[in-house]
């Protein structure tokens, strides 16, 4: 009895195991039998696309075009391989031509149409007809190859000026990402064949430069700035406000993260327009960053020659020499920021502060001991450099009498080292 059980309980476990090891394999065989009638459901076969077309067909009959659409859509959803077949592309590039038409004749009727609808039915179309293009050249042996060539030439014709219309439109209202694939889609297709097959040369229009600085304005406008400077080459080749197209091409390598290229647009972009504050700015930003003040001088020097009467570049010309301690240079610069602006409090601080420094610096290197062979000299320049200090600390005193940090240092030391007692006494009870 005692063996019989062993026995039992022996088979038992061994079915335990067996059942672990096969459940798994059993579960995967399973799931692949599911995998299989999901791929039977969403399969483009010629027998559902044939009950598409027709169903399309059908809604073309009675002008339904919105139907039929919503049909090529659902299809192209529903079976994802549909949008390599080059029947149902063609489809599609009709249905949405026949929408672009029907928007079109309510814009010229009644102006009842929808402008923004207008221009994404022909974009559409556009984009079907170039997809039906690229398929004829790997249609399978099935499909008679080349059977739209001249439908999709005669589509992608009519509506190429107006995809710039489109693009125009969008850019316009500052939709730059819009905007963006109108501009793209035309330029991608100069020099196309299907589309120049009625027209000579490689530009219908001659303006295919426009194209490009209004594709560059939407794809920086749009933050593609990979696309904006792809491009930027042709579109530097119109003059008109080139300034600008170099402008956004810097702008985009810095954010690509491309200094070679961001450098180098700016200083062609100074050379070729010192006026323009962009270049400027940001050059003496970059050369100064590097610790390169000879360079950021030269930039500084031929702004200040340029924009002479701009008191922004006379301060930042002064607050340069400051950083290579070049002191007298520096007050002649922040001298003609108050020629052009007499107001200026911060610069009028700044001279305050100059001085005072030159005062110090000369207490500490002169001999200026009672009898010394130069001390009438030397006293009479140290009282010179505090009494200009004091008199640029007085004036802001007047001017911001409320914020005593930029001038009541300074005020306290020039009175101490000119021996003015009274003033310094009435300085300290405030």
């Not at 592309?89 to 149409?113: D, S």
């Not at 005669?154 to 209202?173: A, D, Q």
């Not at 933050?223 to 170099?246: C, E, I, S």
């Not at 930003?285 to 360079?295: I, L």
Request: charged residues 25%; glycine residues 4%.
């Amino acid at each position: 009895m005692q063996h019989s059980f062993q026995k039992g309980s022996f088979m038992r476990f061994l079915y335990f195991i067996l059942f672990f090891i096969l459940f798994p394999f059993s579960s995967h065989a399973q799931d692949k039998q599911e995998d299989a009638k999901t791929e039977g459901v969403n399969q483009f076969t010629k027998k559902n696309k044939k009950e598409i077309i027709k169903e399309v067909k059908s809604c073309f009959k009675s002008s339904n075009y919105k139907k039929a659409n919503e049909i090529i859509l659902n299809a192209f959803k529903t079976f994802p391989h549909s949008l390599n077949d080059i029947d149902m592309c063609a489809l599609e590039m009709n249905t949405q031509y026949q929408l672009y038409q029907e928007e079109n004749k309510k814009l010229f009727l009644n102006n009842k149409g929808d402008t923004t609808a207008f221009f994404s039915h022909l974009y559409q179309s556009y984009y079907y007809g170039l997809r039906c293009d690229s398929l004829s050249s790997i249609i399978d042996k099935d499909q008679k190859k080349g059977k739209y060539s001249t439908e999709v030439s005669n589509r992608l014709s009519s509506l190429r000026n107006n995809l710039k219309s489109g693009g125009l439109y969008h850019l316009k209202k500052q939709n730059f990402k819009e905007a963006l694939p109108f501009f793209d889609i035309y330029i991608s297709t100069i020099g196309n064949p299907r589309v120049y097959s009625k027209t000579t040369g490689s530009d219908m229009n001659g303006d295919s430069v426009k194209t490009y600085r209004m594709a560059l304005h939407s794809a920086y406008g749009s933050q593609q700035f990979k696309k904006a400077m792809d491009y930027l080459p042709v579109a530097l080749t119109d003059t008109t406000n080139r300034d600008v197209v170099m402008e956004i091409g810097a702008k985009s390598s810095l954010q690509l993260g491309d200094s070679l290229t961001f450098v180098k647009l700016l200083k062609d972009g100074f050379s070729q327009y010192p006026q323009n504050d962009y270049f400027c700015a940001n050059l003496i930003k970059f050369y100064h960053d590097h610790n390169d003040f000879e360079n950021t001088l030269s930039v500084l020097n031929k702004c200040t020659e340029v924009n002479n009467a701009n008191p922004k570049y006379w301060k930042l010309k002064g607050n340069e020499y400051l950083t290579i301690d070049s002191l007298d240079k520096s007050i002649e610069s922040f001298q003609q920021v108050l020629k052009l602006d007499s107001t200026d409090v911060e610069i009028i601080a700044k001279l305050g502060d100059i001085y005072r420094l030159k005062a110090r610096r000369f207490y500490q290197s002169a001999n200026l001991k009672i009898g010394s062979p130069n001390f009438y000299k030397n006293r009479k320049i140290l009282t010179d450099l505090y009494l200009s200090s004091m008199s640029y600390y007085e004036i802001v005193r007047r001017q911001r009498p409320d914020e005593p940090a930029l001038w009541k240092e300074g005020l306290r030391e020039a009175y101490y080292r000119l021996n003015k007692g009274k003033e310094l006494r009435m300085l300290e009870k405030h």
